[in-house]
């Protein structure tokens, strides 16, 4: 998938986001789901452009079926989360897509690329994840 089509989905999953009114648990956990669909586009196209951080993910998903240890303990939205972010620091097309799915989602909490890049150093600077590679 490129990234023209990533957007073109991130875009039909925002206007899903959007629509939804957050009043109930119910829409609240359909709001999640609509995230975590959006960050496993970008984190899809990281993996099929072989980008890896610390061997996350190719190294360590054949670790883990190595040692028979189950995936989705493993693989957690966290664990995505921070390889996106740092993925996101190193390479423009990962910003690129990041930038584009956080401005559709929530188009009033970044006001520029630099200060998303300075978040996310914060954030890794400051141990926030619970989890590493």
Same mark, same amino acid.
């Given at each position: 998938?490129?990234?023209?089509?990533?957007?073109?989905?991130? =875009? #039909? +999953? /925002?206007?899903?986001?959007? $629509?939804?009114?957050?009043?109930?648990?119910?829409?609240?956990? /359909? /709001?999640?789901?609509?995230? $975590?669909? $959006?960050?496993?586009?970008?984190? !899809?196209?990281? #993996?099929?452009?072989?980008?890896?951080?610390? @061997?996350?993910? !190719?190294?360590?998903?054949?670790?883990?079926?190595?040692?028979?240890? %189950?995936?989705?303990?493993?693989? !957690?939205?966290?664990?995505? #989360?921070?390889? &996106?972010?740092?993925? =996101? +620091?190193?390479?423009?097309?990962?910003?690129?897509?990041?930038?584009?799915?956080?401005?559709?989602?929530?188009?009033?909490?970044? %006001? =520029?690329?630099? @200060? &998303? &890049?300075?978040?996310?150093?914060?954030?890794?600077?400051?141990?926030?994840?619970?989890?590493?590679?």
């Amino acid at each position: 998938m490129n990234i023209s089509e990533i957007k073109s989905k991130i =875009t #039909e +999953l /925002a206007n899903k986001h959007h $629509a939804l009114e957050m009043s109930l648990i119910d829409e609240i956990q /359909a /709001a999640e789901f609509i995230e $975590a669909q $959006a960050i496993q586009l970008i984190f !899809t196209y990281c #993996e099929e452009n072989g980008y890896e951080i610390d @061997g996350f993910p !190719t190294e360590k998903r054949k670790f883990i079926e190595i040692n028979e240890i %189950e995936e989705d303990e493993y693989f !957690t939205l966290e664990r995505y #989360e921070l390889y &996106l972010d740092r993925l =996101t +620091l190193e390479k423009d097309d990962v910003l690129e897509l990041n930038w584009f799915y956080l401005n559709n989602f929530w188009p009033d909490f970044y %006001e =520029t690329k630099e @200060g &998303l &890049l300075e978040q996310i150093r914060e954030q890794l600077e400051s141990g926030s994840y619970d989890c590493e590679f």
